[in-house]
């Protein structure tokens, strides 16, 4: 059988001469789940840009279906041959509403009009074909990430493609939701689709995929069915050695209260900004995790602690003063670090240069108006340092964010976080599209930052991470605070569920 695509020899230099791939060679057969994985930087999205035709191969050739793709290959080719692509980073316009976004560029008109009903029903009848509930007239800004992510799943799905390939589409999704997207996936390829599904993470490719690829720097080192390959043998590969899991000695909270939070409570019009009756205090030295499926108010919480969103009713108090009385500015002056869980949209600018990243106070502008006689040099040693102590994959600090692997560009937001020693720090999914070397990297690092008195709050969708790094976990449903634990070898991924779901309570 002629497999769908054939990559022979596939290579890839930058403009700027960065080598992302060095002669890939391997065959996707048709009808099948074929995972990619690599660490970051390893050449993941490169390779699938060139498939797309969003990059050119630098050398090398690509066959579909037998048919070797031309010099003048773009993303309408593609689509022309039937390939979907969901990107790491969203490209969803957020002013529009999800109809919007789905028909954009083939629009149902009536007269000169969009017709926003026909653009409506189309919405409702790909939702209810490939059962990934959305609303159409919602604007996608207001979304949380997990809808969000089905958008732009139903938007790739929306031109009856035979191949889908979905560029680490778990990382912003709950386990539930995982499973959910899955089942949909499942369903798809027994009806003849084909999936390439880049992941970092191994158990949900087993679950999907029969068949992995491991790049590492541009290579491939392992092509082989999932079932010849054990978990350490496919982290090796990936790695070029072992790694080893960080955990966390609990300990009992005896620092001074550094964030106190009372009663605190807001009506809004999406869930997830939604808080009601919010109590709970954070200690110096001590790592509380917050759990709870998304949507369930941690976004109203993230952005009152950070000065975005304003409660009706209720305090937090950080070190002692009133957080409804300052701006992020001020908090951020105060002691508070933020590592966002939308890198992009809140936590750096991608157009920017490393440096720029690196110093400014990103946080909200992105921009260096803060800083306007800050000197150059000592922008790119900074920059510099960070690089070298996150091991981030660049050229240096002058190259811009938005050339950096998706998870590289994490590790030099997180840098920037941590690097500032914050009295509080609020991680927003911390690991999340970090491969596992950099993801145990960066668990270590926020136990360092506890261990020198940082309270941190942990908002993480993996509960694995979640139970190995707190001292006490918060379960979040409906705004509301679900439950309140210890933490202790009794705590286990499934224990939170029944709190999580809201089919219990113990708060
Ligand atoms: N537009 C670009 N310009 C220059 N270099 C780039 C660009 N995009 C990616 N690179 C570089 O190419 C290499 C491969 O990046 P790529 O995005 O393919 O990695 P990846 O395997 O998808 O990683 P991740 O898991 O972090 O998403 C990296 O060194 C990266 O810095
Ligand atoms: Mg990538």
Known sequence: MTPLVTFRDVAKTYPNGVVALRGVSFAIAEGTCHAICGENGAGKSTLMKCLFGLEAPSGGSIEIAGHPIGADHSPRAADAAGIGMVHQHFSLLPSLTVAENLVLGREPTKGPLIDRAAAAAEVRRLAQRFRLAVEPDVRVGRLSVAAQQKVEILKALARDVRLLILDEPTAVLTPQETEELFERLRHLRAEGLTIVFISHKLREVRQLAEHVTVLRDGRVTGDAPITDLDDATIARLVMGRDVRAVHRERRPATGPEVLRVAGLTRGASDAADRLSDITFTLHAGEVLGLAGVEGSGQRGLVGVLTGLLRPERGVAEFLGRDMARMDTAALRALGLGHLPADRYAQGGARTLSLADN??????????????PLLS???????????????DVRATGPRQ??????????????AAREFAAHPKLLIADQPTRGIDIQAAAFIRARLIELAEQGSAVLLISADLDELLSLSDRVAVMFAGRIAARLENGPDLTPEALGPYMLGLQAAA
């Not at 690196?358 to 800083?371: C, E, K, Q, T, V």
């Not at 150059?376 to 996150?390: C, H, N, Q, S, V």
């Open 376 to 390: 150059r040099k000592a922008a790119d040693r900074r920059a510099a340092e960070l690089i070298r102590a996150y």
């Open 400 to 413: 811009a964010l938005g050339a950096l692997s998706g998870g590289n560009a994490q590790k030099l937001i």
């Open 358 to 371: 690196a110093i400014g106070d990103a946080y909200r502008s992105g921009a260096l108006g803060r800083w």
